[in-house]
């Protein structure tokens, strides 16, 4: 065994294990292996700047910056009373608002883990008042936070669609449907349980006003995902602009429409996105020269050669990549696992002819799944934080979502037109 490959098979998964930063495990374990491999120190430190000097990064931290905005502004507030006024008669009404509010969440702030807290926030206090079991509330927000990754836009496209050299506007569009669906399934699968559990239908709320009036005094917050994502779609700015725009509008509202935003929730949006922000940064670098080494050791051809000769078949290795991210999204951070596995992953699945659109969705896919798989699922740790409860009791509520979750991610693998019909209609 090679010096390069005792770092890569040996001390990387040591220092996971330890427990040490994942953008100092991937920095360090670079720096060791391109000592070993005796590249010149120069050149991995500009590996590292060259990992963050690209354009389309700048979209995420400006639509983290829009989902604080809009969780400051009054926006988020604003969606969510549009929904329970329109749900609020259902037997777990709670529940299927909850899943429609992500929705919509998602589709400005493209981040799984903001939009479980950003609408847990309201929504988990809301069911805990009427009664709903905790875990129950807490699964809930949860779950539809998980749709933050798979509506676009979509941080982890973004960054999928650079490692993969693939159109993000293509990954945004084909990421509608299948985001839908998968909205709908967990709506359906929330009333259900809901059922199950007993819970009663409340009282819908803002009874003494009509749709319409809330309709119309919502109108600003439900306007801002069609104009975003009409505009990336009609070809009216690219993503990248789609971020500011997304910025400058729930600025806009939040201030002079609702007139929440005032300087004490600013300076808490520019923290929240900063602190964010600043954290993905340093992993991007960090294993942009792993990635480099991974490609310099051949190991994506070895991985293509391993697997063409154990079958021919794209839907066997699609479940075997399926299982593996499965596996991996229990145990390592989401972003983290698409800059490492994706410059080995999308090699294998081009040689196999899989498009890589329609396995950039499968990959949310498993991501979504993974925010909600112990023992690193994020959004497990947002949701219990809000509804102050230990972890190990809401996990067993979330198994009916993440049955839901699985057979969705079946669906979309089996049939690449979920994923690839709509790109192509607007091609």
Request: proline share 7%; aromatic share 8%.
């Amino acid at each position: 065994m090679s010096a390069v490959e005792l770092i890569l098979g040996v001390l990387f998964p040591a220092l996971l294990v330890l427990g040490v930063p994942i953008y100092v495990a991937l920095g360090l374990v670079g720096f060791a292996a391109a000592f070993a491999t005796g590249s010149p120190m120069p050149v991995a430190a500009q590996s590292i700047l060259n990992g963050v000097d690209k354009f389309p990064l700048l979209a995420i931290p400006a639509f983290i910056f829009a989902g604080n905005l809009m969780e400051q502004g009054g926006i988020t507030q604003n969606i969510v009373r549009v929904f329970r006024h329109m749900f609020g008669h259902i037997p777990g009404s709670l529940g299927i608002v909850t899943i429609f509010s992500c929705m919509f969440f998602a589709a400005i702030s493209g981040s799984g883990p903001g939009a479980a807290a950003a609408v847990g926030a309201i929504m988990i206090p809301a069911m805990l008042r009427y009664g709903y079991p905790p875990a129950y509330a807490a699964a809930t927000a949860a779950t539809g936070g998980t749709l933050g990754v798979l509506i676009p836009p979509s941080n982890p496209m973004i960054l999928y669609g650079i490692i993969a050299n693939t159109s993000i506007r293509d990954l945004f569009i084909a990421g509608v449907i299948p985001g839908i669906l998968v909205g709908l399934a967990l709506a359906a699968i929330a009333y259900g349980y809901a059922k199950w559990l007993g819970i009663k239908a409340m009282d819908r709320t803002d009874s003494d006003e009509g749709l319409l009036r809330i309709l119309w005094d919502g109108k600003a917050a439900l306007a801002m995902p069609a104009i975003i994502l009409g505009g990336i779609y009609t070809g009216l700015f690219t993503p990248v602009e789609a971020s500011v725009v997304a910025v400058v509008y729930a600025f806009l509202v939040g201030r002079f429409v609702y007139r929440s935003l005032d300087l004490p929730s600013l300076k808490l949006a520019f923290d929240r996105t900063h602190r964010i922000s600043g954290a993905l940064m340093l992993v991007v670098a960090a294993s942009t020269l792993f990635a480099r080494i991974i490609t310099l050791e051949r190991i994506p051809q070895a991985l293509v050669e391993a697997f063409s000769t154990a079958t021919d078949n794209p839907l066997v290795i699609l479940l075997l990549i399926n299982i593996l991210l499965l596996i991996v999204g229990c145990f390592m951070e989401t972003l983290s696992a698409i800059i490492i596995l994706g410059p080995v992953l999308v090699p294998l699945i081009k040689s196999f002819g899989i498009d890589p659109v329609h396995f950039g969705i499968i990959l949310i896919l498993n991501i979504e799944i993974a925010f909600l798989t112990p023992p690193l699922g994020v959004n497990l740790f947002v949701a219990a934080q809000l509804a102050n409860i230990r972890i190990e009791k809401m996990i067993v509520a979330t198994l009916p979502f993440v049955v839901g979750l699985l057979a969705m991610l079946t669906l979309v693998t089996l049939v690449p037109e979920i994923s690839l019909w709509l790109p192509r209609l607007l091609r």
